[in-house]
């Protein structure tokens, strides 16, 4: 099965601190993916790439950076975080169009 | 860009009664559709896709449905058992490199035994 693992499972971040999300998947798939997962809002997209070093801007990419150094990790940066951040973040890698999810990823920023 | 609404946003049904989430999509070249469920504290994972060059596609007790033109896609549970309970997401994208999934809201499935 592939994996698709998140560096933290809980994360409590202060406003305006620079927090780092990390995503490793093993199974060599070109694509990886970043979501916020919000009640009543769904997944929404905020970064995605396809390629190493490469990146596209999901639908809300503002107030976040990634990074995409090698094929197997996919990083999230939030440059300075602040209290509408709190959010359950959810990294996914896919070959075709089938996602693997990771666990989550779920961040307070007081 | 792609936007897709889900509904209904809740829905509640008896044990061995049927179930539908309706999904539409703005993008007419989208051409593949999925539906993840994601159990309570869980991650979602793929229950059942379609491409635009098939109308239904059937896996045991769920089914899917496409209509390209009206650019709407439905899941369909029969049968619904209390482990269906979840939360059921349909999404959107092109089948093609640099391309995404666009996720709807969500429809929480409640099945009472």
């Known amino acids: 099965d592939v994996k698709v693992t998140q560096s933290s499972r809980y994360l409590v971040k202060r406003t305006g601190e620079k927090v780092f999300l990390e995503c490793v998947q093993d199974m060599d798939h070109e694509n990886m993916f970043w979501y916020r997962q919000d009640p009543g809002l769904g997944l929404r997209l905020i970064y995605f790439s396809y390629d190493v070093k490469m990146k596209e801007k999901g639908d809300i990419p503002e107030g976040y950076s990634v990074s995409r150094e090698k094929k197997e990790r996919f990083s999230l940066i939030l440059e300075s975080a602040s209290t509408n951040q709190t959010s359950m973040y959810l990294c996914?890698?896919?070959?075709?169009?089938?996602?693997?999810f990771g666990s989550g990823t779920r961040l307070t920023v007081v | 860009g792609e936007n897709v609404e889900q509904h209904p946003s809740t829905l509640s049904v008896q044990e061995g009664d049927s179930a539908v989430i309706k999904c539409t999509y703005s993008d007419s070249a989208s051409n593949y559709f999925p539906w993840y469920k994601q159990e309570l504290g869980k991650r979602p994972q793929l229950i059942i896709d379609?491409?635009?060059?098939?109308g239904e596609k059937k896996d045991q007790r769920i089914a899917v449905t496409l209509n390209k033109t009206a650019k709407h896609f439905s899941l369909h549970i029969t049968e619904t058992q209390p482990e269906d309970s979840a939360v059921y997401f349909c999404a959107a994208s092109m089948v093609q490199a640099g391309t995404a999934l666009i996720f709807g809201k969500g429809t929480t499935l409640s099945v009472s035994s």
């Open positions: 379609i491409r635009s060059n098939v």
């Open positions: 996914a890698s896919s070959r075709d169009r089938s996602y693997t």
